[in-house]
């Protein structure tokens, strides 16, 4: 199955530059950032809270309506202090002392996707408002941040070790808004599943930014 999903990124890949090579459209370039909200499993709902999530895209309509592109984003999720402070407490078995404080153990995710977006409605001549769903394939690097334990004039950070990189499906919707033939505004929603070891870790990030074309016909 790996296999198989590498060999589709690759054939998009080269589609994709294919395409912009021979100059026969015109590259979209789209940055943006917004929240992402933890989804599953409950351990990470329960704990972890919502948090900044930011991406870059390049992509290449093959058509009006059908455009192919490749993305790079990441997700930074804090943990709930009073559940971490709490988490020590069991482990310590009694009351973290007077003026110690902990903090730290985020939970974060890169992910480099590719993807195919359809247009609702869309025209050899452009609107400047469009609807659009897209459905995102790829891999996750996830991993936690130190956790910091200070007080009493002193501060230690403890690494928490090890990271996954996992296969990533994903699927959502938007629009965008083109302001000019070159600039525009959009807004989107994905719910993205990371396919981790036993349950499926499940974010959703709702981003807005801007869209560039540049160069083509």
Do not use: C
């Not at 505004?185 to 396919?195: A, L, N």
Request: negative net charge; proline residues 6%; aromatic residues 12%.
């Amino acid at each position: 199955m790996r296999k198989a999903i590498a060999v589709t990124l690759l054939m998009v890949i080269l589609s994709s530059a294919s395409v912009a090579l021979a100059g026969e459209t015109k590259p979209a370039f789209y940055v943006g950032g917004g929240l992402s909200m933890p989804m599953s499993p409950q351990l990470l709902s329960d704990n972890w809270k919502t948090g900044f999530s930011g991406t870059g895209r390049v992509g290449f309509a093959l058509s009006p309506a059908l455009e192919l592109g490749a993305s790079v984003g990441f997700n930074s999720f804090p943990m709930d202090n009073a559940k971490l402070v709490a988490m020590f407490e069991e482990e310590l078995g009694e009351p973290i002392p007077s003026g110690v404080t902990v903090d730290g153990f985020g939970f974060k995710t890169l992910e480099f996707l590719a993807d195919i977006k359809y247009v609702f409605g869309a025209t050899a001549e452009a609107k400047p408002f469009s609807p659009y769903m897209l459905v995102a394939f790829g891999m996750t690097k996830s991993s936690f941040g130190d956790i910091t334990v200070s007080g009493g004039g002193l501060s230690v950070s403890v690494p928490v070790p090890g990271s996954t990189t996992d296969l990533t499906m994903g699927f959502g919707a938007g629009f965008q808004y083109m302001f000019s033939p070159k600039v525009g505004f959009w807004v989107d929603g994905k719910y993205m599943m990371i396919m981790t070891e036993g349950e499926s870790t499940a974010h959703l990030p709702i981003r807005a930014g801007l869209k560039f074309m540049v160069g083509g016909n």
